[in-house]
């Protein structure tokens, strides 16, 4: 039996994730494999929210880490009273400590700013029980389709 492959192509599915309305008190992160809109959607989201991109902090970059490694809670700059503003850490999991980081900067900004962490390699740390944040939400970019 012969195979062709097939010229048509394949359908486009779209996803929508509502962020605004999933991030009400508490952390989340966004997950999924590379090249699935992960920053898009995020980047998209502080902009609909503050109105820019200024809170994206992506960890790849050795800006930032210079920034962290500077003052750990180098975001705090941008507090503004009476208004939870977005925060974007992408591909933070890439830190030594990560985890402790971000439960800290829950712990201590939890009521000013709302926190998104993305990430899509080393998922089995954002997934995996035991360390666990208490007060994080992970959305798989798969499951939301």
Known sequence: MT???STEALPYVERILDLPSLI????HFLLGPRQTGKTTL?????RS???STDLYFNWDSLKIRQ??????YFFEQARQPRRRLPV???EIHKVRKW??????A????????????????RLDHFQRGGDSLAHERAHGVDDLG
């Open 3 to 5: 195979m062709m492959a």
């Open 24 to 27: 009400q008190k508490k952390s």
């Open 42 to 46: 995020a980047r998209s989201f502080l």
């Open 49 to 51: 929210e503050s109105g």
């Open 67 to 72: 920034k962290y490694r500077e003052n750990p």
């Open 88 to 90: 974007v850490f992408d």
């Open 99 to 104: 985890k402790s980081y971000l439960k800290g």
């Open 106 to 121: 829950y712990d201590e900004y939890g009521e000013d700013f709302l926190f998104v962490v993305t990430g899509s390699g």
